[in-house]
């Protein structure tokens, strides 16, 4: 399962300085936080490569807040979670 915690610890490495100044939570909205979609784009890839994992966009829709995003990633992960048993 991916955590709030690790979901910071990507944020950080993605957009280094820029992070320390902001407290993330799980409300938190990457708009108010300044994030580019490039940014967002970043931390996706960043998932995928910690994760080992695909994470597909429907459309152009796109998370919007921390905690729309980690649910996004355990929602996809659960698949291959399941079938490594």
């Known amino acids: 399962m991916f955590t709030l915690d690790e979901a910071r610890g990507l ?4 957009v280094g300085r820029r992070a320390l100044d902001c407290k993330f ?3 938190t909205r990457f708009e108010d936080v300044g994030f580019t979609s490039l940014d967002i784009a970043e931390m996706l890839f960043a998932i995928e490569d910690h994760l080992q994992m695909e994470i597909e966009l429907i459309g152009d829709s796109r998370p919007e807040t921390l905690g729309e995003l980690i649910d996004l990633v355990n929602r996809m992960a659960l698949p291959s979670m399941g079938s490594a048993k």
């Open 11 to 14: 944020i950080e490495a993605v």
């Open 25 to 27: 939570e799980l409300d």
